[in-house]
């Protein structure tokens, strides 16, 4: 078992920035690929990004390219979501997950998922 907890989340004007973290718990946290996945109301969850087991390796959605970036400590078993130029559209609630599988990029192929920390970007 994975235990993971976001924060970092919270209300933001359009154009500041945030960093979200996702602390983990349990068992190796350098053998899984971690994501960022968001959900607004209404909608489907949407993949965000993720990293690979040893952050070499990163991919992101289209409509956060550029201004989001994930990154890993895995002596703090810890990743990061840092969100930069954000805009109203990115208000969603976020969500940290754990895979075991190669370059995920679809909810189904991670295992463990946190609860989520909402982030509200004001225009």
């Known amino acids: 078992q994975v235990q993971l907890v976001e924060s970092g989340g919270g209300l933001v004007q359009a154009g500041g920035s945030l960093r979200l973290s996702c602390a983990a718990s349990?068992?190796?946290?350098?053998?899984?690929?971690m994501g960022w996945f968001r959900q607004a109301p209404g909608k489907e969850r949407e993949f965000v990004g993720q990293?690979?087991?040893?952050?070499?390796?990163?991919y992101y959605a289209d409509s956060v390219k550029g201004r989001f970036t994930i990154s890993r400590d895995n002596a703090k078993n810890t990743v990061y979501l840092q969100m930069n130029s954000l805009k109203p559209e990115d208000t969603a609630k976020y969500y940290c997950?754990?895979?075991?599988?190669?370059?995920?990029?679809?909810?189904?192929?991670?295992?463990?998922w946190g609860q989520g920390t909402q982030v509200t970007v004001s225009s």
């Open positions: 997950a754990a895979s075991p599988r190669l370059l995920p990029r679809r909810s189904y192929e991670y295992d463990y």
């Open positions: 349990g068992r190796t946290f350098s053998k899984y690929a």
């Open positions: 990293i690979g087991w040893n952050g070499g390796s990163t």
